[in-house]
């Protein structure tokens, strides 16, 4: 029944990939649409908007910042005491740094030692013509800084307060999580009526003692930033002052306050303890009434947010996409679903496909079958790691790898779980969608097997899988599921937050694979409408 359900999203799957100005499609003979050199892919790059990371489209000149087109509106209506000059980003100008104080229109271009203060072209011939006066050229550095690292906080503390906000959720829902699990405790010790009450007892204790301990370290953990939020506030204060003042000196006393304050690459992260039931024996009655997992920090690193300002090129999409090659895989056809191919996995310039049969097979550009591989189910689920093909064997429970001499290697034994979709990020870390009876989770692991993250429950300690199918991470380190019985796509952030779902335009939208591109985009194919549905990131 699975092997079928999961079959029959493939046969019309098409998967895209957005490279330069054209696209990549791939379906059941594999199409390559538009298929650009990958040197010229790796020098590119996107400047995004400062407010919510999408492609920039305008620059505010008087608050030196980045903006897509949603976010202009929003910026407009922020009270600035200079006002505000939007301009196209492609006219702005790269050293268009500050205005002039006296006469707010015009850019500051020459510095009055006499004055120690920064001025315009109307001032020298004004107030400041006595005076003597040098090039802003030698202070421009200082000003760059300023902006740069104030920008640099201020993307900090956006990153900090959905995190603050998160705690705090947490917070609100522990005694209903906690006793959600003393439930399922208690629910086991009804089993065993009299003979396990003093197990039920001491469980008890450990989970309202393990609660205490969760409860202290979210709070100590909220302090912490709401300190360090604090902090920012007061550095971007200080050093807003001391730019409008335009006093180089104090500037220059307090450049090394704002570039020694340093930004957190990492927090803990705690999880909540699962009840483990086991067979019931009297003489080991703890052992096999079931454990508490204990309470484990998870490190999760937060992205780094660079803030670039190189123009570069804005790509769209081909109105009409050239077939510049075919490729048949060759696979059987399921004759109950009509599809071939289940999934395909690229790397460099070759691509490894899996079908309707227990093979996986690599492919150069030109179509030409490289090698094929034997394995013990169908190839339902696919990516690259390390260079290598890793798969989800659902027959024997475990993620296996293909290695360069062909041999069929176990990355991961999982137990009672059941894999689905896997994909591999930029870290080389695996996301591996799990199912086991009616539960559902996303696991991040080490190539070495190693537990990172586990992705579950939302803020309100509610599943936030039913059934965790297909998996892709995105550029701003968002995880997007599909949903099998929910039927739609769930984002999260890389803390494991909600971030939105989409379940399509139609009530007869049926949402199967995803993947994402180099921008941003995701890639959604609807399986009942044989259509893509491509989302921004948000």
Not at 196 to 210: A, Q, Y
Request: charged letters at 25%; aromatic letters at 8%.
């Amino acid at each position: 029944m699975i092997e079928n359900a999961s079959s029959y999203l493939y046969s019309s799957i098409l998967i895209y990939f957005i490279i330069n100005t054209d696209i990549l499609t791939f379906s059941d003979n594999y199409t390559i649409r538009g298929m650009a050199a990958k040197e010229d892919l790796d020098c590119q790059e996107i400047v995004k908007c400062d407010l919510c990371g999408t492609p920039v489209s305008f620059y505010c000149r008087r608050c030196v910042v980045n903006l897509c087109d949603p976010c202009v509106l929003v910026h407009v209506r922020v009270k600035s005491e200079f006002g505000h000059d939007i301009i196209d980003f492609s006219s702005k100008d790269e050293n268009d740094l500050c205005f002039c104080e006296a006469h707010p229109k015009h850019n500051c271009s020459a510095y009055c030692k006499t004055c120690d203060v920064v001025i315009c072209m109307l001032c020298i011939s004004l107030k400041h013509r006595s005076h003597e006066i040098t090039e802003l050229s030698g202070d421009i550095e200082l000003f760059k800084c300023y902006v740069n690292e104030k920008n640099r906080l201020r993307s900090f503390k956006l990153q900090l307060e959905p995190i603050r906000n998160h705690i705090t959720k947490q917070m609100t829902s522990l005694s209903s999580f906690y006793q959600k699990r003393k439930k399922d405790v208690t629910t086991r010790g009804e089993t065993w009526h009299t003979v396990v009450d003093k197990t039920v007892k001491k469980l008890h204790k450990e989970l309202d003692d393990m609660k205490k301990e969760n409860k202290a370290e979210l709070l100590k953990q909220r302090r912490d930033i709401e300190e360090l939020i604090g902090k920012i506030d007061e550095i971007i204060r200080k050093a807003t002052e001391l730019q409008r003042s335009n006093n180089t000196l104090e500037m220059r006393a307090f450049r090394s306050v704002i570039e020694g304050q340093e930004t957190i690459k990492e927090i803990k992260q705690c999880t909540y303890p699962s009840f483990c039931a086991c067979m019931i024996d009297e003489d080991y009655l703890l052992t096999y009434f079931g454990y508490l997992e204990k309470i484990h920090e998870q490190k999760i690193l937060l992205p780094q947010m660079e803030l670039k300002f190189d123009i570069a090129s804005h790509r769209k999409l081909l109105d009409v996409p050239v077939v510049s090659s075919t490729i048949d895989s060759s696979f059987p056809c399921d004759e109950k679903y009509k599809g071939s191919l289940y999934s395909m996995a690229v790397s460099g310039d070759k691509i490894w496909m899996a079908g309707y049969s227990n093979e996986l097979k690599l492919f150069d550009l030109h179509g030409n079958l490289l090698r094929t591989v034997n394995i013990a189910c169908h190839g339902l689920y696919i990516c690259m790691a390390n260079a290598q093909v890793v798969f989800s064997d659902i027959l024997n429970n475990a993620v296996k790898k293909v290695t360069d001499d062909g041999t069929v290697m176990t990355v991961l034994s999982l137990g009672d779980w059941l894999p689905y979709g896997i994909t591999c990020n930029v870290s080389v870390d695996l996301l591996v969608c799990l199912r086991k009876d009616d539960q559902s989770q996303v696991v991040r692991y080490t190539t070495t097997g190693t537990v990172l993250q586990e992705i579950q429950y939302d803020s309100q300690c509610q599943p936030l899988y039913q059934w965790a199918w297909y998996i892709a991470e995105n550029v701003n380190g968002d995880v997007v599921v599909s949903d099998f019985k929910k039927k739609m796509k769930i984002a999260v952030d890389s803390l494991g937050m909600p971030r939105y779902s989409y379940s399509g335009n139609k009530r007869s939208s049926d949402l199967t694979s995803v993947a994402t591109d180099f921008v941003g985009h995701v890639i959604v194919t609807d399986f009942h409408d044989n259509t893509i549905h491509m989302l921004n990131q948000n």
